[in-house]
């Protein structure tokens, strides 16, 4: 289980020692994503919520794969970072037909699956608007969660201290699982992000994974 001061750590690792670039890092994380959802959940209407930084852009990765896996992907985006990063990964969903949805309240009255691609690792501190009045209302709804790597509004050690945070039905850990992860109490805990060159993976204890599977299921 991984601090989230080791998390950055290896973020940088991968990126300064190993050769990969954000996007390679976020596009494998996003697709290990999508096929943990597609191992557990039946093929319906996902609405997919974005967040500001790199969670948010395997969010729109996710949603991606989720459109190719037969899934009906809608992305509620409240805040569009001008990053040519996170515009480039939302041209993509647009140019795969996913739409942009304005009322979060009336579309996860629609949907099958909520995933939670708000905050990552790196959040700390309280939640603001726009989000806070998202985790109210994903609060008030009975539908599965999907968590990308920390459910939203925990803190990355510590887990839901503060009572805030989503209780998420499934949690995709990207990399190694992060400390908040032994209070999840879900029914689904995957494994994503199949990119931890082998020496790293044995010091992390990294399960294998299985032939050509880009996640392995913990619990």
């Given at each position: 289980?991984?601090?989230?001061?080791?998390?950055?750590?290896?973020?940088?690792?991968?990126?300064?020692?190993?050769?990969?670039?954000?996007e390679?890092?976020?596009?494998?994380?996003?697709?290990?994503?999508?096929?943990s959802?597609?191992?557990?959940?039946?093929?319906?209407?996902?609405?997919?919520?974005?967040?500001?930084?790199?969670?948010?852009?395997?969010?729109?990765?996710?949603?991606?794969?989720?459109?190719?896996?037969?899934?009906?992907p809608?992305?509620?985006?409240?805040?569009?970072?001008?990053?040519?990063?996170?515009?480039?990964?939302l041209?993509?969903?647009?140019?795969h037909?996913?739409?942009?949805?304005?009322?979060?309240?009336?579309?996860?009255?629609?949907?099958?699956?909520?995933?939670?691609?708000?905050?990552?690792?790196?959040?700390?501190?309280?939640?603001?608007?726009?989000?806070?009045?998202?985790?109210?209302?994903?609060?008030?709804?009975?539908?599965?969660?999907?968590?990308?790597?920390?459910?939203?509004?925990?803190?990355?050690?510590?887990?839901?201290?503060?009572?805030?945070?989503?209780?998420?039905?499934?949690?995709?850990?990207?990399?190694?699982?992060k400390?908040?992860?032994?209070?999840?109490?879900?029914?689904?805990?995957y494994?994503g992000?199949?990119?931890?060159?082998?020496?790293?993976a044995?010091?992390?204890?990294?399960?294998?994974?299985?032939?050509?599977?880009?996640?392995?299921?913990?619990?």
């Amino acid at each position: 289980y991984l601090s989230q001061k080791v998390a950055q750590s290896i973020d940088v690792d991968l990126m300064a020692k190993h050769g990969y670039t954000i996007e390679q890092l976020m596009e494998l994380a996003g697709l290990s994503v999508a096929a943990s959802i597609a191992s557990e959940y039946p093929k319906g209407r996902v609405v997919i919520c974005i967040g500001p930084g790199n969670n948010g852009g395997d969010g729109l990765v996710a949603a991606r794969h989720l459109n190719h896996f037969g899934y009906q992907p809608r992305l509620y985006y409240p805040v569009q970072p001008t990053k040519d990063l996170y515009k480039r990964l939302l041209l993509q969903c647009q140019a795969h037909g996913i739409a942009l949805v304005g009322d979060l309240a009336e579309e996860v009255k629609k949907c099958d699956v909520i995933v939670d691609a708000i905050f990552g690792f790196s959040f700390k501190g309280t939640v603001r608007a726009p989000y806070d009045e998202i985790l109210s209302i994903l609060h008030g709804i009975d539908k599965p969660i999907v968590s990308i790597d920390v459910p939203s509004g925990w803190d990355v050690e510590l887990g839901n201290a503060q009572e805030v945070g989503l209780c998420p039905d499934m949690l995709v850990s990207l990399t190694a699982p992060k400390m908040c992860a032994k209070h999840f109490t879900g029914r689904f805990h995957y494994l994503g992000g199949r990119f931890v060159p082998p020496d790293l993976a044995r010091d992390l204890d990294i399960p294998q994974y299985p032939d050509s599977s880009q996640c392995v299921r913990l619990l």
